[in-house]
């Protein structure tokens, strides 16, 4: 071959290559890149799996079943974070950088969320937050590119105090030592107006044995007049309510604690009349997109929908309503300016991005556990829809 020759097969390879490196650009064009990173392994893999399946009937529910917004494939790269900070950090920005994802979406536990919002900062992407509920990710740690469908601590507490900020009252929290339960406790006290909050106690994540931290719960309330309460907070494996074992009723100590996963909620049988507040529960909210998620679901999987699902439903509603918006335009600056202030309807009903700090404000439900033979639950029976309007969410960010 003489080097004229080569020349020219060296410039014919290069052509070759720009007019592959075209193809491939000009596909990826035609697709919407949703990167799901989250826990199906860990800890929290029974929400994050809810999630899943909610974001994936979400997704084909908002399109028709086509999953396609303006001419564009919706493709989804599955992540597993296991519940590990460092992973999750690691895998959001594989999922910018790699895997060219245009929004992601994620995680299940708050201290990966924490983790991985300055990633989303970095690269200059939306990071849509579902399920993680620490008030400090919309809040201290909150960047310009994160929004919530989730709810967050505060949303959980006020509506909890409803059912409990009462006078007379005295409550001590139980909750985990992680983000997730100290943002939820001191927003639980924050929350608070009249009853007095005595205790707070913080017991690990993989906690199985409460005995040590019930008996000094019990302490802390057992000589306060009036009504006694311990207020729940936790999320995982490891069941909280062990510590009723301890005859708390000897005491005139009740239990109190929000909505969960059914699995989680078959303990609530125990608690008759209990009071709290529930994100979600397939049986209250009454509007079309709740209907059509639990018809879908019983046909898939011949049971209701759980908590996350609805979560995963809902971002994904909040994700196609803004393409929809966008015509199917991913930029950032554009993303951003269509989703702040911008309402969509989930299985809960109408929520909205707030301006301000881009947490989805929603309804939340106040319930009393009724026991029914015909459940394997706990069963919350609506007291009240608590709406956006009735909850004075703090605006903690500081923008």
């Known amino acids: ?11 014919a390879l ?77 895998l959001l920005a594989t999922a910018y950088a790699d895997d060219k994802a245009d929004i992601a979406v994620g995680p299940t536990s708050s201290g990966v969320a924490l983790a991985m919002l300055p990633v989303a900062e970095e690269y200059k992407k939306i990071l849509v937050v579902e399920p993680a509920v620490a008030d400090s990710i919309t809040g ?57 909050l005595v205790h707070e106690e913080y017991l690990p994540t993989g906690t199985t044995d409460f005995t040590a931290g019930a008996q000094r719960l019990i302490d802390k309330l057992k000589d306060q007049p009036g009504r006694k309460v311990i207020f729940i907070i936790w999320a995982g494996a490891g069941n909280p309510f062990k510590i009723a074992d301890l005859d ?19 303990a609530y049988k125990s608690f008759p009349g209990m009071e709290g507040a529930a994100y979600y ?41 803004a393409l929809k918006k966008t015509n199917g335009d991913t930029s950032t600056n554009k993303l951003i300016k269509t989703m702040e202030g ?28 009724k026991v029914d033979p015909a459940f394997a639950w706990g069963v919350p029976e609506l007291v009240r829809e608590i709406k956006p309007s009735e909850m004075n969410v703090p605006i903690n960010n500081k923008r």
């Open 140 to 196: 201290e740690k909150w960047n310009k590119y994160i929004f919530r469908t989730g709810r967050n601590s505060s949303q959980d507490a006020i509506s909890n105090a409803v059912a409990l900020d009462k006078a007379g009252v005295s409550i001590a929290t139980l909750a985990q030592d992680y983000a997730f339960g100290r943002d939820g406790v001191s927003a639980f006290k924050s929350a608070l107006k009249t009853a007095k």
């Open 342 to 369: 911008m309402s969509f309807e989930t299985p809960k009903g109408t929520m909205t991005f707030r301006k301000e700090d881009h947490q989805a404000m929603q309804s939340m439900y106040h319930f009393k556990i």
């Open 1 to 11: 071959m003489t080097l004229t020759t080569r020349r020219f097969a060296v410039i």
């Open 14 to 90: 290069a052509c070759s290559a720009s007019l592959a490196s075209s193809a491939a650009l000009a596909q990826s064009g035609g697709e919407i890149r949703i990167a799901h990173v989250h826990s199906l392994t860990g800890p929290l893999e029974a929400y994050g799996k809810q999630t899943t399946t909610g974001f994936q009937m979400g997704l084909e529910y908002a399109t028709g079943g086509t999953m396609m917004v303006a001419g564009k494939k919706l493709v989804v790269i599955e992540k597993d974070d296991q519940g590990k900070p460092d992973l999750g950090r690691s």
């Open 248 to 266: 708390l009723k000897r005491y005139g100590i009740e239990i109190a604690t929000g909505g969960n996963i059914l699995p989680a909620m078959a």
């Open 281 to 321: 529960y397939f049986g209250i909210p009454k509007n079309p997109v709740n209907d059509a998620m639990v018809a879908a679901h019983y046909k898939q999987f011949k049971s209701p929908p759980d908590f996350f699902t609805a979560g995963g439903f809902s971002a994904a509603m909040a994700v196609v309503t």
